[in-house]
C-alpha cells in the first residue's frame, strides 16, 4: 500500500451478483477509475466522474500499475465498456476514461458506504459548493491550504499539483509525454507535503541546467534524481526568508557582512554542500 493511499466512497450496490459477472476480475480497474475521478460532468442526465482531469493514460501505464500483461488490461476495458460501468475516449497519446456515476463526489443527503462511519465527516469544498469529500477525523483538514510547510490531504489537490509537476519535469526533459507510475507516485508523495510548486519547479531546472552526464547517453532518466534537490531548495528558501526577516537595514561597508549575514551565508553554503 502506498504512504499516500486514502479512503474514497464505494456503494454496496456494486456487491449484487449482477456486477460480479459483469465486472469479475475487472474490479481493480473499475475501483482505479472511481478513486483517481477528479471531477465530475453531467452528460445528457447521467454524471461521468472524469479520471485524472481527462489526463490520456496508455495501457502501458495501467499494464504496470496493476502488474499485468497489457492483453489483461484490454479485457478489462472491454468488460467495463460492454457493461457500461465507465468509457473511454481514444486520444493520440491514450486513453481519457470516464467513469459512470462514479458518485465519489457524494450530498450530505446521502449515506456513506465506509465500513466505519464513525470515524468519518463530510467537509465542504472551499468554493461554498454542495460537492464534498468524505475525510477521516484524524486526518488533518485541507481547508487552509498554504504554501508554507502545511500538508495537503486533499487526493484532488494532489492530483492537481502532481500533474503541474509532471508536466513542467517532461517539458525540461524535453522527450516523452507521460512518466512512469513509479515517477508520478514520488511526485504525489512530494507535493504532499505541501512543498510550493514553484520551489519544485526551480529545483527541476536547476537538476537538469546542472546535470553533467558522463557520457554521450547519459541523462537523469527518473525524477526521483530531482527529489533531494526539491527538499534542499525548499530549505534554503526558508533561511532566506529568515535572512530577509533577522538582517537590520543598516548601511554596511562593501565587501563586508554583519554576523548574522556571515552566519546566514554560511548556513546556505553548507545546506548547498549536503
Known amino acids: 500500500m502506498h504512504d499516500n493511499s486514502y479512503p474514497f466512497p464505494v456503494y454496496s450496490g456494486l456487491f449484487e451478483p449482477r456486477h460480479y459477472k459483469h465486472i469479475n476480475a475487472a474490479i481493480w480497474l473499475f475501483l482505479w477509475c472511481v478513486s483517481s475521478t477528479t471531477k465530475e460532468v453531467n452528460s445528457d442526465g447521467i454524471n461521468w466522474g472524469v479520471v485524472l482531469g481527462g489526463k490520456p493514460i496508455q495501457i502501458q501505464e495501467l499494464s504496470e500499475r ?4 497489457r492483453s489483461t488490461v484490454k479485457r478489462w ?6 457493461h457500461e460501468y465507465i468509457k473511454t475516449t481514444r486520444a493520440p497519446y491514450g486513453l481519457i476514461f470516464q467513469v459512470k456515476n462514479s458518485k465519489k463526489f457524494t450530498s450530505k443527503n446521502e449515506p456513506s458506504l ?3 462511519s464513525s470515524n468519518v465527516n463530510y467537509q465542504t469544498n472551499t468554493d461554498g459548493s454542495k460537492v464534498i469529500h468524505l475525510v477521516s477525523k484524524n486526518e488533518p483538514s485541507n481547508k487552509d491550504i498554504t504554501e ?3 500538508v495537503v490531504v486533499d487526493p484532488d489537490e494532489i492530483m492537481s499539483r502532481a500533474m503541474e509537476v509532471e508536466k513542467h519535469y ?8 507521460f512518466l512512469s507510475p513509479t515517477d508520478f507516485d514520488e511526485i504525489k508523495k512530494l507535493v504532499a507535503t505541501g512543498i510550493p510548486l514553484e520551489i519544485v519547479f526551480k529545483a527541476i531546472d536547476l537538476s537538469f541546467a546542472e546535470y553533467k552526464p558522463k557520457y554521450k547517453s547519459d541523462q537523469i532518466r527518473s525524477f526521483s534524481y530531482c527529489v533531494p534537490r526539491c527538499y534542499s531548495e525548499w530549505e534554503r528558501s526558508k533561511v532566506d526568508k529568515s535572512i530577509t526577516g533577522a538582517v ?3 548601511p554596511v561597508a562593501l565587501g563586508t557582512h554583519t554576523n548574522k549575514q556571515q552566519q546566514a551565508f554560511n548556513l546556505l553554503d553548507q545546506i548547498a554542500e549536503e
Open 66 to 69: 496493476f502488474g499485468v500483461s
Open 77 to 82: 476495458i472491454e468488460a467495463l465498456e460492454e
Open 114 to 116: 465506509l465500513i466505519d
Open 148 to 150: 508554507d510547510n502545511v
Open 170 to 177: 517532461i517539458a525540461r526533459r524535453g522527450k516523452g509525454l
Open 248 to 250: 537590520p537595514h543598516v
